[in-house]
């Protein structure tokens, strides 16, 4: 019998002691998302046109009416499955082109949009490609309007950071990408821990040479490969454990010990920093309590600062062992 209860014991510690080694460990993430929504730009001065419904989107200036052919492309993505407060490690996007008349790669930048738009549905009634755009509906995106007809934006073309987040070479057929820069992980990282601000970005070239807009596959494409696609690599935060007063990542006989000195402090509700953890708003015995559950000397702290069990974790394993007792002997009385 002694046998069997300490080849039990055995194994319950070492799987307790591995659970220690990556309980609170963050590793990092990496995913991916579709569009939200993406539209067209078209360049019009009474806010005309609209293509938010089409299966392409495009930047750069056409061929067509000289005072009228700039293209800009807007996309926004929804962010709200990355937690607020995670590092954000590298982002890219990816799109494809399906159409040019280009010749050669061309430039082009992503900016920070700085005013929210709406997508649509409209489409190109007279051309299959839709670089002509068609007439524009309320709730459309236009070259002046950011939700016609009423919503405009501050500067005809959009409003965005001049800065750009990121640049690329945009070949004339297939995919391309625009690589992880400090732009786009600082545009990500806001969005993130405030959605209120995502506005997505805008997709634009020089416009200083006609002929070289490029048609892109939209979120609508009937290709999926295709289509634009986000990758952000992240590390989540850390979610602080009850009982780790010192937040060093560990439970342990150092923070047994500073919650001992606060205790019968009234503080505020869940005031890790003091030891108030149960949310009543006094350091006692609820909090002792969490503590001794969620005791891990182990976990993230590291080898030269893991103090041996001392008086404050005796004191922590007595009050336990008292409240188990008394358990008992009321089960038995009853």
């Given at each position: 019998m002694?046998?069997?209860?300490?080849a039990?014991?055995?194994?319950l510690?070492?799987?307790?002691?591995?659970?220690?080694?990556t309980a609170s460990?963050?590793e990092?993430v990496t995913?991916?998302?579709?569009?939200?929504?993406?539209?067209t730009?078209?360049?019009?001065?009474?806010?005309?046109l609209?293509?938010g419904?089409?299966?392409?989107?495009?930047?750069?200036?056409?061929?067509?009416?000289a005072?009228e052919d700039?293209r800009r492309?807007?996309?926004?993505?929804?962010?709200?499955?990355?937690p607020?407060?995670?590092?954000?490690?590298?982002v890219?996007?990816?799109l494809?082109?399906?159409?040019?008349?280009?010749t050669?790669?061309?430039?082009?930048?992503?900016?920070?949009?700085l005013g929210?738009?709406?997508?649509?549905?409209?489409?190109?009634?007279?051309?299959?490609?839709?670089?002509?755009?068609?007439?524009?509906?309320?709730?459309?995106?236009t070259?002046?309007?950011q939700f016609?007809?009423?919503?405009?934006?501050?500067t005809?073309?959009?409003?965005?950071?001049?800065?750009?987040?990121?640049t690329?070479?945009?070949?004339t057929s297939?995919?391309f990408?625009w690589?992880?820069?400090?732009g786009?992980?600082?545009d990500?990282?806001?969005?993130?821990?405030?959605p209120?601000?995502?506005?997505?970005?805008?997709i634009?070239?020089?416009?200083?040479?006609?002929?070289t807009?490029?048609?892109?596959?939209?979120?609508?494409n009937?290709v999926?490969?295709n289509?634009p696609?986000?990758?952000?690599d992240?590390?989540?935060p850390?979610?602080?454990?009850?009982?780790?007063?010192?937040?060093?990542?560990?439970?342990?006989?150092?923070?047994?010990?500073l919650?001992?000195?606060?205790?019968?402090t009234?503080?505020t509700?869940?005031?890790?920093?003091?030891g108030?953890?149960?949310?009543d708003?006094?350091?006692?015995v609820?909090?002792?309590?969490?503590?001794?559950?969620?005791?891990?000397?182990?976990?993230?702290?590291?080898?030269?600062t893991?103090?041996e069990?001392?008086s404050?974790?005796?004191?922590?394993?007595?009050?336990a062992?008292?409240g188990?007792?008394?358990?008992?002997?009321?089960?038995?009385?009853?």
């Amino acid at each position: 019998m002694r046998k069997t209860i300490a080849a039990r014991g055995a194994t319950l510690a070492m799987a307790w002691s591995c659970w220690l080694l990556t309980a609170s460990r963050s590793e990092a993430v990496t995913m991916t998302f579709g569009a939200a929504k993406d539209a067209t730009l078209y360049e019009s001065a009474t806010g005309a046109l609209s293509g938010g419904g089409e299966d392409g989107f495009f930047a750069g200036r056409t061929v067509q009416v000289a005072a009228e052919d700039a293209r800009r492309a807007l996309i926004q993505f929804n962010l709200s499955s990355i937690p607020a407060g995670s590092t954000i490690n590298s982002v890219s996007l990816r799109l494809s082109v399906l159409r040019t008349n280009a010749t050669s790669p061309r430039a082009m930048t992503l900016h920070r949009l700085l005013g929210d738009w709406g997508e649509g549905t409209t489409v190109d009634p007279d051309r299959p490609n839709g670089g002509s755009g068609g007439p524009a509906a309320n709730g459309d995106a236009t070259w002046i309007h950011q939700f016609r007809p009423g919503d405009l934006w501050s500067t005809a073309g959009g409003d965005f950071s001049a800065a750009a987040s990121a640049t690329t070479n945009v070949p004339t057929s297939g995919a391309f990408t625009w690589n992880t820069s400090s732009g786009l992980v600082a545009d990500v990282l806001g969005w993130v821990n405030d959605p209120t601000s995502n506005f997505g970005w805008l997709i634009k070239d020089a416009e200083n040479t006609a002929g070289t807009s490029r048609r892109f596959a939209s979120r609508e494409n009937s290709v999926a490969n295709n289509r634009p696609l986000l990758t952000i690599d992240f590390t989540p935060p850390v979610v602080r454990t009850p009982g780790d007063v010192n937040n060093d990542g560990a439970v342990n006989a150092v923070d047994a010990a500073l919650l001992a000195a606060a205790y019968g402090t009234t503080t505020t509700a869940n005031n890790f920093d003091l030891g108030e953890f149960s949310g009543d708003g006094i350091v006692g015995v609820a909090d002792l309590a969490i503590l001794q559950r969620n005791f891990s000397p182990l976990a993230q702290a590291s080898p030269a600062t893991v103090p041996e069990p001392g008086s404050a974790l005796l004191a922590v394993s007595a009050m336990a062992c008292a409240g188990v007792v008394a358990i008992r002997r009321r089960r038995r009385a009853g």
